[in-house]
């Protein structure tokens, strides 16, 4: 029996080129289970393409991806099956309704029939979409659409979730339920890898943030690393990340 | 100079060139186009289209010079359910216009006054129709250049006429179904009456347009057929009272006139009724519930546990039988069957009258029923395998792309196979032969349609599906083709012409290069590779198509 156990994530030197630009350099992580990893970047940083080469979605060019020890490029199945990708615009279709869609969801996933019916109506319960769960998706609000489809990705109870701004559209009250949600998950075992704009929400809920600019990560560490890192005694992680990106774009080319 | 005095920022016609820019934006097929191709095209086919049908007018005119009066009759009643289909087709379109809600708020809370943007919106449709009636008017323009004589050219004051009083007429409608029914239930009934419209215009179109054929039918020497005699004799009186109206398309320039004076009256009261009312409708429309009845459902423990080829297939079933509008103008073309049903009713009620015509028309109906089976699945195949709304969803799963295809492909060409069996259970008692042919061809179009549909997948999403058909070209002009060719080996099949291998070889030919030049990225996981392309190379949007990044 092994006394380290695999890690959550590990990334190796991830590149992933579009034509002549680098969308992403040289990326390395390692998330142990149970992390909650804040990635931030301004937009075009290369945030969405990293979580999408984790979810399986695009090759890299170059390094390697491993989910709880399953390389994505040479066994992507067994990835996705213990992985969760909610990216910012909800995944849904329009036509169906909430129920329909965890049914569909669960069909994609293969989660046993009686599991998916009984985590359907808890999610939706929860997520307070029960008594919408007969109207079609094409009528709810972009909150409601949100929901849904976080519902979506939690249905098969993903080990290794990956959030891209989870958070838009959502009101006060659901992005509290939500916040908590996950830090639950979190401590059950899950691993949590989520991008955002808003850097209170990083702060508050990721032990360790990652910074990227243009491709690159800046910095990486938890919040009192980072301010080592940009040599800052106080300031919030807003104030950190501004001079860090400062930083990063005077001397290196736009 | 001249144009920008025209076009004065506020105007109606500004803001009529606004409108027209948005809807001519929005229904342009395909993005990626060599800029030269769509001129070249347009010419070559309006061209072809032109010279043949004109040619074929021009014969008929020169065959029946001496009978101005049935001429007139038969193209008054051909024009009129044109008319009829055309003004059905554009209520679903005015409906459209008059509750898209998306630049209501700006152009609203702008000072300029509400009823320029009703009179901006009725030159709009106007042009829209103008130029869909224009097109099938070039069939005359090619007749009066084989004729030459001028003849036929009243025929564009007659479209531009009409294309006034459509716009007039399908906005007042579309309004009152707003506002007596509410928007959703509105909604329905203008599809559900823009489709029996359509249905009869369709219907209507193709007894005319066969009362020779009927005529022969029926005088049929050794087999005369009463049932078909009555069938001529109704219609050949019906469009008696139409020749009036075919005469405005052959150079009756007063009667075509009239069309421009009746279409520009209507249109000045209809602006003068619904401009005053412009911002009262609006305020309605914004008051209402798109949302469904909330009809709660029991929970079916069992529908989590199909297999994920059912879930696929029902996913793609739901999404596709819950567009009213999609499933409306599916199921039209359809009609177009109707009337060879009523030969087919005619051999089995009347063995001993059948009409050496009969395999002839068994034939045909193979012919029809194939090309429209073909457009089916070419609709359905595109619908499942381009607009898939939650394509990352597919991709990030674990299940096998293969299984997700297999349901797709299942629901994009189930329709069109229940179709096929049904129709030919129909006939199979009246034209053995067609039945078989028109099953085994059509199972073979069907095929050959998913095959050129899902080789080239263009991403679009489901709510500007209906108006923005935003297709390759290739599989279009692939599919229109695969029909054609399908079509015609089903007919001379079904007539025992050995010659039905070369279309059929062609076809076959032809489903195989759109398969074997689909873009690389296809080759590994058909449904979900493109997405590897899609999103990313655009990080600001992940729904950007493979041919943009």
Redesign the interface.
Known sequence: MSTHPLPALEIKSLTKRFGAKTAVSDFNLTLAPGSFYGLLGANGAGKTTTMRMIAGLLQADEGSICVFGHDVGKDPRAVKSITAWLPDEPLLYDKLTPLEYLEFIAGLWSVEGSVAEKRAEELLRWMDLWEERDKRCETFSRGMKQKTALAGALLHDPKLLLLDEPFSGLDAAVARQVKELLVEKTKEGATIVLTTHVMEIAERLAERVGIFHRGRLLADGSLADLRAQAGQAEGSLEDIFIQLVDDASVGSPA | MMLDSLFVPGSILWLARHQIRLSWRLGRLGKKIPSWIKPVFTILFVGLLSFSMGYGVAKIFEAAAGDYKQLSSLAGAVILTLMISGISMNLMGSFMTITEKGDLDLLLSSPIPPHRFVAARLISSAWRGFCIYAGFATIFFGASIVMISPMFASIYVVVAGFAILDAAITYMIARQALLWFGLRNGRRATIALGAIGVMIGLVGYQMVSSTGSLGRLAADTEHPNASLIQVHDVIVSLTSNFSWLGGTILGDWLGALAFLVAGGVVSALVLNFAGKRYDQDVAFLNGQN???P????K?H????????L???F??EW??MT??PLFVSQLIVPLFTMVPFLGFVWNAVSNPNEQSEMAPIMGAMFAAITVFNVTMLTSSLAWLTASVE??R?????????PKIILQGKVLAASGPAILELVLVAALVAWAWPLAALTLLIMGMATCAGACVIEFSRPRPTK??KMTQRPDRSLVTVLFGLGLGILWACAAGLAAAKILWWLLPAALAITISYIAWATRPRDLSSIPVSQP??AV???S??G??QRVDQ?
Not at chain 2, 294 to 297: A, L
């Open positions: 798109d949302h469904a909330h009809k709660i459902r929970a423990p069992q529908q989590f546990r199909r297999p994920a059912v879930m696929v029902h996913k739901l999404s819950r567009d709304e939650a990352d969803l597919l991709q990030a799963s674990p299940l096998d489901r709510p997405l590897v999103s990313v190379g990080p600001g992940p729904w990044t």
